[in-house]
């Protein structure tokens, strides 16, 4: 059995012999995780000790950088939607040329096909079949009671979201009910984009191109706990875009950071300006907005998609255009499948909750198809609108409701009490413009309250301009009410091609991942410790002794903070020492929580993130100090997080990258 052990920690002070410098303190770090019922893990047997150092200092690393240096061809960008996908691409020697995928075929009428649905359709032995229209219409064209055993599956990003225990096992449910992996599919789908890309590289290259080429770029919501980011580049590995011992060929890109890095790029007639006339915060409305940025000036970039709205605060840094992140991202569920799930409660009230829910799975192909048909009315929904519009009931939905009613679908909407929506003798529901529009309120009322609680931050006050992009920022509905909340706080700007802008971004991003220089760290991350007791001040449960040594167990020793600004590169370096020299491993957990004021590695929403195990064996002879060093190392401002240690003496080290799904 290992014995606990204590390590000591240096300060980073600039003492010429370290071992005499008072600025030291002692810890101990356990290896086990906290238990469910917190019991505190330093008390279990086998644990093995460690004991840093004074507060932890910021270094810039200069080879932080240094995995940028592979080289690509190209870089491939997927947007990665939960309504619509799709990928861009750039070819390295000519930087300023974002090519968008080739035109999908099929489409739907008032959509406009450049991106292709996020639909994938497994076959009943639960292999792939298709992905976007392609999957959406062969599945369209099945016999109904072939369709059941098929496995369609759309809008499944938003499990990741949703899903607050999220893990590599995590199920889908198709639309016949039946269970699937959702890192099977997310790979599928990864994996369809990925042949696309490269076969249409090869075809304009003339040669046949190799993944190995490739930069891949994927984009995810910044909203997103750390586990559903963590859990697409998992997908993107078991779907063949890179490895883990290549991790540098793949980046996690944020959605509005990627839009951000477009728009700061944009000239004035590749935007539309929702114009206030007024003077806003310095500007008139008939000032160039391109060529309108000057040296620290503020802007909100609101993404607002089919599953979430994403809020970032960016300030630019002229000549080279970085960006730093000014307050974390924030947002929530708010995206245009809100309007959908309005759509569905006001079919409830009509026909009946239980009529619906059967439909979907007796009909399942038959409910896509109203869906379409409602997308495409969605669209057309405008403020100024006054001529009604006309949904079409897919002739299965007629047919149906008579056989487990007994009466008509026309019968059903008389007896609804719903006044503004009528029956047309062409079979279709013919909703007043007034009731799309208050399908959409819920919706849009979360947004403009998220962002007036955004406004109310101080770094916000003075923001110059807001970027209203993502798919959902095409409809004017959403566009009246942004302006007419925020018009006279700053300028409304919407780049023209609205739903392309995450793509472009993101390539913009893969081509030079260090333009965004500081980030806001969305946890506050430390290592579980020991700390000398100190009566009065540690409570009475933590104290444990052990060799005649009083400690305090379970003491969160913070690294960073939920909040806290770090720049590209920046570390956090920390010094320990085991305080045996037979000591033959170091064991230092990392742990995460959403909150700032963390004490103890047992309060609630603590987790335990990553483990760095150095083994100090070996030394071969290397003479080693009475006090050896271990050197500690988390890198942060990237979007991915790492931890190092190193044995000084031997130069041993140890790589971890954060672990939110395995622990």
Not at 229 to 244: D, E, I, W
Not at 415 to 444: E, Y
Request: aromatic share 10%; proline share 5%; hydrophobic share 40%.
């Amino acid at each position: 059995m290992m014995e606990s052990v204590g390590v000591y920690g240096f300060c980073g002070c600039k003492a010429k012999n370290k071992m005499k410098c008072d600025s030291r303190w002692e810890i101990t770090a356990a290896e086990t995780a906290p238990t469910s019922t917190y019991s505190s893990p330093a008390r279990s047997l086998g644990d093995t000790g460690i004991t840093p150092l004074s507060p932890s200092h910021i270094v810039n690393d200069t080879d932080a950088n240094d995995s940028e240096q592979q080289t690509f061809l190209v870089v491939v960008a997927i947007d990665f939607g939960t309504t619509s996908s799709g990928y861009a691409y750039s070819f390295t020697k000519e930087p300023e040329c974002i090519h968008v995928m080739r035109r999908w075929e099929g489409g739907d009428p008032g959509v406009s096909n450049q991106k292709t649905p996020t639909t994938i359709l497994l076959t009943p032995e639960r292999k792939f079949h298709s992905f976007g229209y392609a999957a959406r219409d062969f599945y369209h064209d099945l016999d109904p009671n072939e369709a059941k055993q098929w496995l369609y599956l759309e809008k499944f990003k938003m499990k990741l979201h949703t899903t607050g225990d999220l893990t590599m096992d995590t199920d889908l449910t198709a639309a016949n009910g039946k269970k699937v992996k959702a890192l099977e599919i997310f790979a599928y789908a990864l994996q369809y984009f990925k042949e696309q890309a490269l076969k249409e590289l090869s075809d304009q290259a003339g040669s046949e191109f190799e993944n190995s080429d490739v930069r891949w770029v994927i984009t995810v919501p910044a909203i997103w706990k750390q586990p559903a980011k963590q859990f697409m580049r998992q997908a993107a590995y078991q779907a063949g875009l890179a490895s883990p011992e290549n991790s540098e060929q793949l980046i996690i890109a944020l959605e509005p950071e990627a839009a951000s890095i477009y728009c700061r790029k944009l000239r004035l007639h590749q935007m539309i300006e929702l114009s206030s006339k007024a003077v806003v915060n310095g500007y008139r409305g008939s000032d160039t907005v391109g060529a309108g940025f000057t040296q620290g000036d503020k802007y909100v970039v609101v993404d607002s998609g089919g599953g979430t709205v994403d809020l970032t605060v960016h300030q630019i840094r002229l000549p080279e255009g970085h960006l730093k992140e000014l307050y974390k991202a924030t947002g929530g569920p708010y995206g245009s499948l809100g309007v959908d799930y309005e759509f569905e409660k006001l079919l409830c009230k009509i026909f009946g909750e239980d009529f619906i829910e059967q439909f979907k799975i007796k009909r399942p192909a038959a409910w896509v198809d109203l869906m379409i048909a409602f997308e495409s009315r969605k669209r057309a929904a405008a403020p100024d609108r006054t001529n009604p519009l006309n949904i079409t009931l897919p002739f299965s939905f007629i047919d149906y409701y008579k056989k487990f009613r007994g009466h008509s679908v026309e019968h059903a909407l008389r007896k609804s009490n719903v006044d503004f929506v009528k029956w047309s003798s062409q079979g279709m529901l013919r909703m007043s413009p007034d009731a799309m529009n208050a399908l959409f309120k819920p919706t849009i009322d979360s947004i403009i309250e998220h962002l007036q609680d955004l406004f109310q931050k101080p770094e916000v006050s003075t923001v110059k301009f807001l970027f209203l992009v993502g798919g959902f920022a095409e409809a004017p509905l959403l566009q009246q009410a942004v302006q007419s909340a925020f018009g006279d706080k700053c300028r409304i700007i919407i780049p023209q091609d609205v739903g392309l802008t995450i793509l472009k971004g993101a390539v913009l991003f893969g081509l030079d991942p260090a333009v965004i220089k500081v980030r806001r760290s969305p946890l506050t991350y430390g290592v579980g410790v020991l700390n000398r007791y100190v009566e009065g001040k540690h409570p009475a449960e933590k104290l444990l002794v052990k060799d005649g040594t009083r400690w305090c167990t379970d003491v969160f020793d913070k690294f960073i903070s939920a909040d806290q600004s770090v720049a590209l590169g920046e570390l956090v370096k920390r010094s320990y020492t085991p305080a045996k020299p037979s000591q033959l491993v170091i064991v230092i957990n990392i742990y995460s929580s959403e909150q700032d004021d963390v004490s103890f590695i047992t309060d609630p929403g603590v987790k335990k993130c990553g483990t760095l195990r150095l083994d100090l064996t070996g030394t071969s002879g290397a003479v080693v100090p009475a006090r050896r060093e271990i050197q500690t190392l988390m890198q942060f401002g990237d979007t991915e997080i790492k931890a190092t240690a190193v044995d000084i003496a031997t130069s041993k080290s140890v790589k971890v990258g954060i672990d939110f799904l395995n622990y």
